[in-house]
C-alpha cells in the first residue's frame, strides 16, 4: 500500500477522532418541562400535596407554616409539626432541618424519591434537581 | 515509484507502532489528577469527582491544586456542602504557615518540585467562591466575611489594582442592602461603577440607593447609565419597585480561566497565559421570552494578570537559586546537586478548572416556577448550539431574591 494512502488514512482517523470530541454537539433538551411530581422548598409547595412520609409526593422540609397549609388542605389534622420531624427522624430521612446544600450526594443520599434517604432540597440549575421534581430519572444513584 | 515489499511493510509497522504507542501512552500515563481534569471539560463532573477524590489523600506538594479542582467540581455538580470543604482545605493550606526548616527545604528544590501553595488570586477565587456558596446556603453573615477576604487577599501589582474585585463588591453591596447599611451598600456598588463602569446593575442599585436619600437629580443620572448598559432593561423602565415581583440572578461562570507558561525572556519564571473559549456572553429566556443578556463583572484573567506576585516569585527565586548554588559547594552534593535538586525551570502549575468570566444576568419576574433557557454567543455574535442550556424548574418568588449559579460548557447537557 502506498505511503499516502497509509497517511490519509491516519489523517481520516485523526479528524474523526477531533470531530468526535468537539465542536459537533447540538443541545437539542425540549423548553417545555414535564409536570411538576414532587414539591419541594425550592419550587415551592404544590397545595395538597401530602408529606413523602405519610405516602405523598411533598418533600418540602417541614416547618409550622407548611403544617398550617396541609391543615388547611385536611391533610394529617391528627400531627403536630414536631410529629412530623421525628417521623423523618425515625426513617432516618434526612431533612434540610439537618444540613443543606448536598444535592442529595451525601451518604444519606439520593433523594428519597430516588429510593435513597435525603429530602434535603436540592440544587436548582442540576440535572439532580430536575429529576427530582419530575420524577423522570434513568438510574438510581446507590 | 515502486516500493520494495519489505520497505512497504518496514514502514506500515514503523508507522502503527509510533501512533500506537502514543496513543497507549497518551491513555496509559495520566494521573487521577489530569483525568479528573479532562473529565471536567467533557462535563462529565461525577466521573471528574471520582477522580479527584482519589487524590483527596495524597497530602503532596499539588494538594492545593487538587482541593480548589475539586471544590469546583462539586460546585458545578451543585454540592455545596462538600465543594465548601474542599475550598477550606484549599485555602488552609494555602494559609498555612510554612515552619523555618520546611521553608529551607522549600528553597532547595525547583520550582515544579514545591510544595504549591497557591497564586494571589488563587487565594481571590478560593474566596469568591466560598462567598457564592454561603450565600447560596443562605449565611449571608459567612457571605460578608467571605467577600471582604477575597478582596483583602486581592492584593494588585500596582495599587490600581488591589481590591477591584467586582463580583465580591457587588455582592457586598447586596447583602449591606439587606442589612440596612445603605452607606455601606452605596461605596460597594460605586467600586463596582469605577472599576466597571459597562457593568448596568451596579448603576441601577446605586440609582435606587440615591434615591431613598431623595436625591432624586442625581438618582435620574445614574439610572440614565443603568439604561444605557442593559439594552433589555431587564430591571425596568423606571425605579418604580413593583412588589408584586420577584428578582433573579444568574450568575455564569464562564469559559476557561488562565494557564501558566514560562515566560519566553525569563525561563525561570512562569507567566499567565490566557485560555481561548468561544462563548462570550448568554442570551436568556425564561419560557420563551427573551429577558435579556449576561454581563461581564470580572476577567479572571485580568485579576490573575493583575494579582501582583512577581515581587514574590523574584525574591523566591532569589533566594532560591543562592541556596542552590550554597548546597553545590557542599562536598558530595556538588555533583548530584542537578539531579537532586532540579533545575531552575518556571512552575506552570495553575487551578485548572476555574472560569475565564463570571457574568451575572439580574431580572425582575412575576413570581413562579420557570424554565430557563441560555442561548451562549461568540464574539461574532453567532449562536453556539453546542452549549445551549435548558434549566426547568426555576422558581421566582415574590419579595425573595433567588440566585442561580451556572457553568458554561460545550456539551453540559448531552445526555
Not at chain 2, 385 to 408: F, M
Request: a negative charge.
Amino acid at each position: 500500500m502506498p505511503i499516502f494512502l497509509i497517511f490519509l488514512l491516519l489523517v481520516i482517523t485523526s479528524v474523526i477522532f477531533y470531530c468526535s470530541t468537539t465542536g459537533t454537539f447540538i443541545n437539542t433538551k425540549s423548553i417545555h418541562a414535564p409536570p411538576i411530581q414532587y414539591c419541594n422548598d425550592a419550587t415551592g409547595h404544590i397545595p395538597g400535596s401530602k408529606p413523602w412520609i405519610l405516602g405523598g409526593t411533598c418533600c418540602c422540609t417541614p416547618s409550622a407554616e407548611l403544617m398550617e397549609q396541609y391543615h388547611k388542605d385536611g391533610i394529617a389534622l391528627d400531627l403536630t409539626y414536631e410529629d412530623l420531624v421525628r417521623m423523618y427522624r425515625e426513617a432516618g430521612i434526612t431533612t434540610d432541618l439537618d444540613h443543606k446544600g448536598c444535592n442529595n450526594m451525601c451518604d444519606h443520599g439520593p433523594h428519597v424519591v430516588k429510593g435513597g434517604k435525603c429530602m434535603c432540597t436540592p440544587t436548582p440549575g442540576t440535572k439532580n434537581f430536575e429529576e427530582v421534581v419530575s420524577g423522570v430519572f434513568e438510574t438510581v444513584d446507590k | 515509484m515502486h516500493y520494495s515489499k519489505g520497505l512497504k511493510a518496514f514502514f506500515f509497522w514503523f508507522l502503527l507502532l509510533t501512533f500506537g504507542t502514543v496513543f497507549l501512552l497518551g491513555c496509559a500515563g495520566k494521573s487521577a489528577f489530569q483525568k479528573g481534569q479532562e473529565e471536567y471539560y467533557k462535563a462529565d463532573f461525577e466521573k471528574s469527582i471520582e477522580y479527584f477524590e482519589k487524590t483527596k489523600t495524597k497530602k503532596d506538594k499539588n494538594y492545593v491544586l487538587y482541593m480548589l479542582d475539586l471544590g469546583t467540581a462539586y460546585f458545578t455538580i451543585g454540592d455545596y456542602y462538600e465543594a465548601q470543604n474542599a475550598y477550606l482545605a484549599g485555602v488552609q493550606t494555602m494559609e498555612k504557615d510554612v515552619s523555618e526548616l520546611e521553608t529551607a527545604v522549600q528553597l532547595a528544590k525547583s520550582d515544579r518540585k514545591k510544595t504549591y501553595t497557591g497564586d494571589p488570586h488563587d487565594m481571590v477565587m478560593a474566596h469568591i467562591y466560598l462567598g457564592l456558596l454561603s450565600m447560596e446556603l443562605g449565611d449571608i453573615e459567612a457571605a460578608e466575611i467571605e467577600f471582604k477576604k477575597a478582596l483583602e487577599s486581592d492584593r494588585g501589582k500596582e495599587e490600581k489594582y488591589e481590591g477591584d474585585v467586582c463580583l465580591a463588591h457587588y455582592f457586598l453591596g447586596q447583602i449591606y442592602k439587606e442589612k440596612g447599611e445603605l452607606d455601606n451598600a452605596k461605596v460597594a456598588f460605586r467600586n463596582v461603577t469605577e472599576y466597571n463602569p459597562d457593568f448596568p446593575y451596579a448603576w441601577y442599585e446605586l440609582a435606587d440607593i440615591v434615591r431613598e436619600e431623595h436625591l432624586f437629580e442625581e438618582s435620574e443620572k445614574l439610572f440614565q447609565n443603568y439604561l444605557e448598559k442593559d439594552k433589555y432593561r431587564s430591571l425596568g423602565q423606571s425605579l418604580e419597585h413593583d412588589d408584586n415581583l420577584g428578582d433573579l440572578t444568574v450568575v455564569l461562570c464562564l469559559g476557561k480561566g488562565p494557564m501558566k507558561k514560562a515566560d519566553p525572556f525569563l525561563g525561570a519564571f512562569s507567566r499567565v497565559t490566557p485560555t481561548k473559549y468561544k462563548e462570550k456572553r448568554a442570551e436568556i429566556s425564561l419560557s420563551e421570552g427573551i429577558l435579556g443578556t449576561t454581563y461581564q463583572i470580572d476577567d479572571v484573567t485580568f485579576q490573575a494578570k493583575t494579582s501582583g506576585g512577581f515581587g514574590g516569585q523574584l525574591a523566591r527565586k532569589t533566594a532560591q537559586v543562592v541556596t542552590q548554588e550554597a548546597l553545590k559547594q557542599v562536598p558530595g552534593v556538588g555533583l548530584f546537586s542537578g539531579l537532586l535538586l532540579g533545575g531552575s525551570g518556571a512552575d506552570v502549575r495553575y487551578w485548572y478548572t476555574l472560569p475565564g468570566e463570571f457574568q451575572i444576568f439580574r431580572g425582575f419576574i412575576a413570581p413562579g416556577n420557570y424554565n430557563l433557557e441560555l442561548k451562549f454567543y461568540d464574539e461574532k455574535d453567532k449562536e453556539l448550539k453546542g452549549y445551549r442550556q435548558v434549566w426547568y424548574y426555576i422558581s421566582v418568588r415574590k419579595g425573595q431574591p433567588s440566585i442561580l449559579i451556572l457553568r458554561s460548557m460545550l456539551g453540559l447537557q448531552k445526555t
